[in-house]
Structure formats: structure tokens, C-alpha cells
């Protein structure tokens, strides 16, 4: 069990870019999480997936971020036309009945 | 829909006494509680989680927390503080198949 693994661990990248960062959760995990954490602040709630469907979506999630898990296995979260405001953590967590494993992050810096 | 507030956004002890941590929660169907901890510039690590059963929890690194459902309440605490608990912690409550809410976070210094 290597826990999630998200990569990259940082990203820098300027205004009106498009960013991609990718979630391998644990592989018996079906539940994939993904959430937002500004600075001083809980996560919050983007999206989730059971297998490979996207059951959820949060009204934080605009129609410029979209996830994807093809396979039911890792997890691609992708921003187009990034802005300051987007910079944050992006969490990815995955899940039994039991609870969530949280990796340890991509933090997003939009220059 | 589920709520969590945690009093006091920054917590100070001195090293060896005695650690709580506040969490309030809301939720209309029975809540599963949580705390994380979280270091800088690291993911969230699980210091304890309530589903059912007793309602005395026991973490790692010496935490623990009680739910009081009369109180909607799920505090943490710790009898003595060490330096290296010194961290943000955060409270999140879910349900059996939802999504977790997390709590706006403590941060917790220690001092010697």
C-alpha cells in the first residue's frame, strides 16, 4: 500500500495556462475525491468519482476545471485558462466505507 | 446539509499541558466525525474518526475525542502537548456515503 499519490507536488504557472494534475488513489479504493484548499482554510469539496463515473459535482467546480477517471483508476483534474484565484492545494482522496486517505497534494501557484 | 465550526482559529499551550480543540458539528441524518492534522505544505493525516459504537475515541499520538450528540459537539484533546503536535487541525463531519465537510481549522502552537 503506497497511500495516494498525487503529482506534481507544485506547480507554477502563469495566467490564462492550462494545468493537469494527476491522482493515483490506492488501487482498492473505488471513491475518488478530489478537494480545494486555500490559504487558511478547510478543504473544500470539488468533485468525486465511484469508480470511473463522476457522481458529484460542487458550484465551485466552473466550467473551466474538469476531472476525469478513465479507467477507474487514477484521476486527471485539469484547469484551462487558469487564474489567480485558482491558486490553492488541490487534495485527492480516496475511500472505502471505512474513510478517506488523503494524498498529499499539488500546490498551485498562478503567477 | 451538514455543517462543521470549530472555536478559536488559533490555539496557544505551553509544551506538557493539557490540548483542546473545539468542534461543533451539524447534521441532520447521525454524523460520522473526524480530525485531521495537517503540517505545512503536506496532505491531511487521520488522527481519529467516529462512526458508532463507544463515543470515547483514541488516535494516534496520544489524541483522543468525545462525541456528545446532546451537545453536537466532538472535541479533541490531548493530557500533554509536544512540540511536534504544533500543526493545523481540522474537524470534518460526513454520513455514510456523503461527502466530508470540513471545519475552517485550528492552528495549534506550542510553546516551550
Known amino acids: 500500500d503506497t497511500g495516494v499519490s498525487q503529482d506534481p507536488r507544485h506547480k507554477i504557472t502563469k495566467r490564462g495556462q492550462n494545468v493537469t494534475f494527476r491522482c493515483d488513489p490506492i488501487?482498492?479504493?473505488?471513491?475518488l475525491y478530489w478537494y480545494r484548499q486555500t490559504l487558511g482554510q478547510g478543504p473544500e469539496f470539488l468533485t468525486y468519482f465511484q469508480n470511473e463515473a463522476q457522481l458529484e459535482k460542487s458550484r465551485l467546480l466552473s466550467d473551466r476545471f474538469s476531472a476525469e477517471r478513465p479507467k477507474g483508476s487514477f484521476s486527471t483534474l485539469e484547469i484551462q485558462r487558469t487564474e489567480q484565484g485558482d491558486s490553492a492545494m488541490y487534495l485527492c482522496?480516496?475511500?472505502?466505507?471505512?474513510?478517506?486517505?488523503f494524498g498529499s497534494g499539488t500546490r498551485l501557484t498562478v503567477v | 446539509a451538514q455543517s462543521v465550526t470549530q472555536l478559536g482559529s488559533h490555539v496557544s499551550v505551553s509544551e506538557g499541558a493539557l490540548v483542546l480543540l473545539r468542534c461543533n458539528y451539524s447534521s441532520s441524518v447521525p454524523p460520522y466525525l473526524f480530525w485531521y492534522v495537517q503540517y505545512p505544505n503536506q496532505g491531511l493525516q487521520l488522527l481519529l474518526k467516529?462512526?458508532?459504537?463507544?463515543?470515547l475515541v483514541k488516535g494516534i499520538n496520544g489524541f483522543e475525542a468525545e462525541f456528545k450528540k446532546s451537545e453536537t459537539s466532538f472535541h479533541l484533546t490531548k493530557p500533554s502537548a509536544h512540540m511536534s503536535d504544533a500543526a493545523e487541525y481540522f474537524c470534518?463531519?460526513?454520513?455514510?456515503?456523503?461527502?466530508?465537510?470540513f471545519g475552517p481549522g485550528t492552528r495549534l502552537s506550542v510553546l516551550p
Open positions: 470534518a463531519v460526513s454520513s455514510y456515503g456523503q461527502n466530508f465537510v
Open positions: 482522496a480516496s475511500s472505502t466505507r471505512e474513510g478517506y486517505t
Open positions: 467516529y462512526t458508532t459504537g463507544a463515543t
Open positions: 488501487s482498492e479504493h473505488n471513491r
